[in-house]
Structures are given as C-alpha cells and as structure tokens.
T-cell receptor, first 116, second 116 residues
C-alpha cells in the first residue's frame, strides 16, 4: 500500500532563511500531490497542488517540486517568517494515477519553527 | 462566505456513551469527507459521502462507527459506545461535485473528542 514519509523531526530555522521540507512516497506515482498547513488546534489549510506532469509550482514565497523518478516532493518557504511556524502536511490521493477521489493519504507532517 | 462548519468543537464523553459530530459543508459543495487524527499520528481517511449516499467507507472501523449525510441538514459522524481509543480530533472536509473538483479539500476546524 502507498505510504508517505515526512521528516518527523522538527525543523528549526532562523527568520529570513529558506525552509525546505521533504515528502517521500512509496509504490505508485500519484496524479498529483498536495501540501497543507496545520496550526495547533486547527484544521489543515490547503497550500499548493502539483500534478505529475509539473516539475515545479510557485505561490508567493512557496515553491513545490515533484520528482516522480525519486518519488519525492520538496516544499520550500523562502524568506521565512515566524508566522510560517506550523506543521506542514504532504498528501496524495489514494486513487493514484487514476485521478481525483478526495480520499487522501497524509504524511505525519513536519513541524517548522522559525525563530526571529 | 462560511467555510466548513463543525460542531461541537470539543466533546467529552464517558466510556460507553455515544458521540455525535456534525459537519456542514461549504456553500456549493456536495461532497463530505471525514478524517480522524489520533494523537501523534497523521490524518486518516474514514468515509466519503454525498447527499443521501455513502460513496466510500473503507476507512471506517467495522463496529460502532457510522456516518450519514441526509437530504436536509449536516453530515453526522456517530460513534456508539465510545472507548478511550476513540479520543481524537475528527475533521470534516468538503469538495464540489466531481466534475468541478480540482483536488483541493476544504477542512473544518475539527471536533475534539475526549473519552474519560
């Protein structure tokens, strides 16, 4: 079955630096991969979706890459700010290459702490 | 423009009691998903519903758990005879009909169940 691995150790960086988070998956390559942000006691908030035919996607200070050969996605936050401190979740659709079902497999998330 | 609404936000039950969690999807969304987040674990898919129809309940425990999404009113996740292991955050997400679905799920803030 499909599994997602995210670095369970917290990532601590200094304000202004670039944070890079990793998401690795096993088995089949999905049609797309998503990243969500979750703050303590809150629900996940969608950030970015990247499709299998896209190598890179950007949104403001966020950048996501998708390497189907390595079965890996990297999530970058440039010019990080203390307000970026949160847990970031990687997710794949269980339908795999078949497309959209909304049944997502989530990684355990990586907690980012940006220090001023 | 209200988002996904869940209530109650916090619920305390004693072992053996019933828990009912409610979810109203975003306006214009016809599909609802329930996910569970156990302490120190990632989000796990439970069930996927549209009005008056369960589409996929492959993630639901076989006993004590049920879900519905009636023609009128919110979706309800019902847990009968709760046990301590049911203590978790339960998140509801919604999406538009499949023809309009782009992959993004919209999550509520969750209902946190504590079983004493």
């Amino acid at each position: 079955s499909q599994k997602i691995e995210q670095n369970s150790e917290a990532l601590n960086i200094q304000e202004g630096k670039t944070a890079t988070l990793t998401c690795n998956y096993t088995n089949y390559s999905p049609a797309y991969l998503q990243w969500y942000r979750q703050d303590p006691g809150r629900g996940p908030v969608f950030l970015l979706l990247i499709r299998e035919n896209e190598k890179e996607k950007r949104k403001e200070r966020l950048k996501v890459t998708f390497d189907t050969t390595l079965k890996q996605s990297l999530f970058h936050i440039t010019a990080s700010q203390p307000a970026d401190s949160a847990t970031y979740l990687c997710a794949l659709d269980m339908a795999g290459s078949a497309g959209n079902t909304g049944k997502l497999i989530f990684g355990q998330g990586t907690t980012l702490q940006v220090k001023p | 423009n209200a988002g996904v609404m869940q209530n109650p936000r916090h619920l305390v039950r004693r072992r053996g009691q019933e828990a009912r969690l409610r979810c109203s999807p975003m306006k214009g969304h016809s599909h609802v998903y329930w996910y569970r987040q156990l302490p120190e674990e990632g989000l796990k898919f439970m069930v996927y519903l549209q009005k008056e129809n369960i589409i996929d309940e492959s993630g639901m425990p076989k006993e004590r758990f049920s879900a519905e999404f009636p023609k009128e009113g919110p979706s309800i996740l019902r847990i009968q005879q709760v046990v301590r292991g049911d203590s978790a955050a339960y998140f509801c997400a919604s999406s538009p009909p499949p023809a309009e679905y782009t992959g993004e799920l919209f999550f509520g803030e969750g209902s946190r169940l504590t079983v004493l």
